[in-house]
């Protein structure tokens, strides 16, 4: 079962352009954490952001979490073509410490 | 620092016939993870090694699947005999204290 849905499940945007994504979430949490995968590859952890946190940056990252609505999103700033793949949010639940449960990823596409 | 590594990354079978995955974690990561991925999907945890001792295995199909980490380092996870409905990909990772996963790039497996 997973635990995170992704919206949308697929966003095709140009270079330069914003790209936003949203994750929602059934149970409480002590960590909700983003992925990317590139075709074919592993996931790679982009970023984390705490429970008792409401906004994180990192880069052309930045991430938000509305505990009280079980949501979070990831907003991508100044695309590139570079940043095509897919995005997966993953929770940290309170009840099951350091068990990930990811949910089924947004797909971007990013056109020069 | 070398990431975590899979072999092999590639395997074709054909069904009831066993196979078996390798993943070597970052030194010095005690956790270890394997992760089932389905096409379109986000990864599942099948099963989580501390150091040696498999800590959550509730998603593991015991009846076929099976995984060991001798030495709490190298780990191997098998099915045994294969079924159709097991070609995935099939994702380790391996984290330190901090709640960030590292996933090696995976092995792709077709059952035929």
């Known amino acids: 079962s997973q635990q995170g849905e992704e919206d949308p499940q697929a966003l095709s945007i140009q270079e330069g352009e914003n790209a936003t994504m949203n994750c929602s979430y059934k149970?409480?949490?002590?960590?909700l954490q983003w992925y990317r995968q590139n075709s074919g590859r592993g996931l790679v952890h982009l970023i984390l952001i705490r429970s008792n946190e409401r906004e994180k940056h990192s880069g052309r990252l930045r991430v938000t979490l509305d505990t009280s609505k079980k949501s979070s999103s990831l907003l991508i700033t100044a695309s590139r073509a570079a940043d095509t793949a897919s995005y997966f949010c993953?929770?940290?639940?309170?009840?099951?410490?350091?068990?990930?449960?990811f949910g089924a990823g947004t797909q971007v596409v990013v056109t020069p | 620092e070398a990431g975590v590594v899979q072999s092999p990354r590639y395997k074709i079978i054909e069904k009831k016939q066993p196979v078996a995955f390798w993943c070597n974690p970052i030194s010095g990561h005690n956790t270890l993870y394997w992760y089932l991925q389905n096409l379109g999907q986000g990864p599942e945890l099948l099963i989580r090694?501390?150091?040696?001792?498999?800590?959550?295995d509730s998603q593991l199909p015991k009846d076929r699947f099976s995984a060991e980490r001798l030495k709490g380092v190298d780990s191997t996870l098998k099915i045994q005999p294969a079924e159709l409905g097991d070609s995935a990909v099939y994702l380790c990772?391996?984290?330190?204290?901090?709640?960030?996963?590292?996933f090696g790039p995976g092995t792709r497996l077709t059952v035929l």
């Open positions: 090694y501390e150091n040696e001792e498999a800590v959550d």
């Open positions: 990772a391996s984290s330190q204290r901090s709640h960030e996963q590292f």
């Open positions: 993953a929770t940290d639940g309170m009840d099951s410490w350091g068990k990930l449960q």
């Open positions: 149970t409480s949490i002590n960590n």
